[in-house]
């Protein structure tokens, strides 16, 4: 692994995470307090600045914006990312915002539209849990992928954190990539993101490849990341998976 700073990462958050978490390595939860070792956490740990915007002024001024026929959601998405974001290398921060953008959306009043009843709400929480975590990853311009932590390998890390069995992580997953295939979520997932600097975007298709998603930004060569996840990701799931404690399950 190619590492930089190392220093602890170290945050806490509105919500109690579970402590199931410290099964992966370098990672600590204690309550609503978050530590990451990024030596011991990340597989691959590149960069160590991220591009955020304020979260209150995406819910002000983006999240209630419509599209019209001049300019698409992604538009309005991209151009508040241009006026409004800047780069940090405050991982707290970042995983601070994340936190708020999937407490959005992952909410309870998504339940009744899902059409999966064996979700609840304890795996909205799961949910908004991992990919709070995997908003440290990160995908460069020219496609690079620069960080990659356990959370990218999504039904890999839900299964070894709170021992899902492997029919209920993919369905987990399948609630994950819901913006691909329910267009109200993914305008959602587009404008909320504009927080983290970018859009949700999926290596996989769906759950049996589980190549897992990124915030990506806007531009970013979608042909050099699907090479670069190819070549790492098989031995990298292994390691995760290696973390279960019921490898059964």
């Not at 990672?27 to 978050?34: E, L, P």
């Not at 915007?53 to 998405?77: G, H, P, R």
């Not at 780069?87 to 915002?97: E, F, G, M, P, Y």
């Not at 990218?152 to 709170?162: D, I, K, L, M, N």
């Amino acid at each position: 692994m190619t590492t930089i700073d190392t220093t602890a990462i170290t945050v806490e958050l509105p919500e109690a995470f579970d402590p199931r978490w410290s099964r992966l390595p370098g990672i600590q939860v204690d309550g609503r307090r978050i530590t990451i070792d990024p030596a011991e956490y990340f597989f691959r740990f590149e960069s160590n600045t991220w591009l955020v915007a304020d979260w209150e002024l995406v819910k002000s001024q983006l999240l209630d914006v419509d599209e019209t026929t001049e300019s698409a959601v992604e538009q309005l998405a991209l151009d508040f990312i241009k006026q409004h974001s800047e780069s940090t290398s405050d991982a707290a921060r970042v995983l601070a915002t994340a936190y708020e953008v999937y407490a959005y959306l992952f909410r309870e009043e998504h339940l009744a539209s899902l059409g999966l009843p064996q979700i609840t709400a304890d795996h909205l929480r799961m949910l908004r849990e991992a990919a709070t975590l995997m908003a440290l990853n990160k995908v460069e311009l020219d496609g690079h992928i620069s960080n990659v932590g356990p959370c990218w390998f999504f039904p890999a890390a839900t299964s070894v954190v709170f021992d899902l069995d492997d029919e209920m992580g993919g369905m987990l997953d399948e609630v994950y990539h819901g913006g691909w295939f329910n267009e109200h979520r993914r305008i959602e997932s587009i404008k909320a993101h504009a927080a983290l600097g970018g859009r949700l975007v999926h290596g996989c298709q769906s759950v049996p490849d589980q190549s897992g998603g990124v915030v990506a930004p806007y531009g970013a060569s979608m042909a050099n990341f699907r090479d670069d996840l190819a070549a790492f990701k098989a031995g990298w799931i292994e390691q995760v998976y290696a973390h279960r404690v019921n490898p059964a399950a």
